[in-house]
Nanobody, 125 residues
């Protein structure tokens, strides 16, 4: 499956952005789809995960209550709605997908074999 991430940009602190991760080649059915981010000089960080079948979600504590991961069945796309953005949210955001991901590994980047290109989110203070 090929992933295409989009929606990044420059926003003021307190603002909102919506990222999208579209799949081509096959549907997301049976997959976990997640977002990770990496800020300059820092390691990759888990943001949010969604199980396409059933729709269960998981969020990093740092974004809980501000970010929402959701799916669009018709568009075969996963969205990440980011509200109340903070300067520390600035990073390159990447989406990832995997069929063999399980509940206990869904926050681990190594569990995902398919990755989209990153999209840059910049938050000005």
């Amino acid at each position: 499956v090929q992933l295409q991430a989009s929606g990044g940009g420059l926003v003021q602190a307190g603002g909102s952005l919506r990222l999208s991760c579209a799949a081509s080649g096959r549907t997301f059915s049976g997959y976990f789809v997640s977002w990770f981010r990496q800020a300059p000089g820092k390691g990759r960080e888990f943001v949010a995960a969604l199980r396409w079948s059933g729709g269960s979600t998981l969020y990093a504590d740092s974004v809980k209550g501000r970010f929402t991961i959701s799916k669009d069945n018709a568009e075969n796309t996963v969205h990440l709605q980011m509200n109340s953005l903070k300067p520390e949210d600035a990073a390159v955001y990447s989406c990832a997908a995997g069929r063999t991901v399980i509940q206990s590994t869904r926050a681990s980047a190594s569990a995902y074999p398919y990755w989209g290109q990153g999209t840059l989110v910049t938050v000005s203070s």
